[in-house]
């Protein structure tokens, strides 16, 4: 269980990291109908952090990979495809992220705050104003739609398939693991619904901080994440 922990523990950092989602969480709550919006994008964050983890869990389960002796072959190659990505996108996020983050952090409307957010649907970006289902789906989508973020959902479900725990504890231990990457957004809401509008100079110096830090600490975040899966799927290949 030990081991498992410590593999999961960058893969909730990676969730918990993701400047674009804490970038868009400020603009939903510096937006009209800032509480209901905020709860709804809350509920569509942690709608996605779910679907990417479990969804993962039972396409995995399907493929029965905790039940043989050793892995199959194409889950070393998962991992090695997965880590290549990442090392990739720590490099794309040093060097561009950064870029991003910056443009959600001078974001003054829902139209500029997806338009800084390349990853989401052009629909989306036609939005003018905040409702609370258009913050629900764009909750659900930055989530599912950020590479990064999914990858580490699914490389969370796949510990969890392997570690061969029962049922229930791995349930258990994916709930907690979704629960750590839905706080950050968690407690700014919680900030909005106490406060309310005695709640925006706080907003507005997370963005900033978050336009200041956020992308290099994410990148290197990523290259450690990268860096682990590629040394477990070498090591599986190499056994073969």
Known sequence: MTDLVLSLLPLALGVVMSPLAIMALVAVLLSQRARVNGVMFLIGWALGVFIGVFASFAVLGFFEVHERNAPPLWVPIVRLLIGIFLLLGAVWI?????????????????????????????????????????????????????????????????????????????????????????????????????????????????????????????AALVLVIAVLQLQKAVSALLAY
């Open 94 to 218: 040093y060097r561009r992220g950064r870029a991003h983050t910056l443009a959600m952090a001078q974001a003054s409307s829902p139209t500029e705050v997806t338009a800084a957010a390349p990853q989401l649907p052009g629909w989306l970006k036609s939005v003018e104003t905040f409702t609370p289902t258009r913050s629900l789906v764009l909750g659900t989508g930055i989530f599912l739609l950020n590479p990064v973020d999914l990858s580490c959902a699914i490389l969370a479900a796949l510990d969890v398939r392997l570690a061969a725990l029962d049922t229930t504890t791995s349930v258990l231990v994916l709930l907690v693991f979704g629960l750590v990457g839905v706080l950050p957004i968690g407690i700014p809401v919680v900030l909005v619904l106490v406060k309310g509008e005695a709640a925006d100079p706080a907003l507005h110096r997370i963005r900033a901080w978050i336009a200041s830090h956020t992308s290099v600490l994410n």
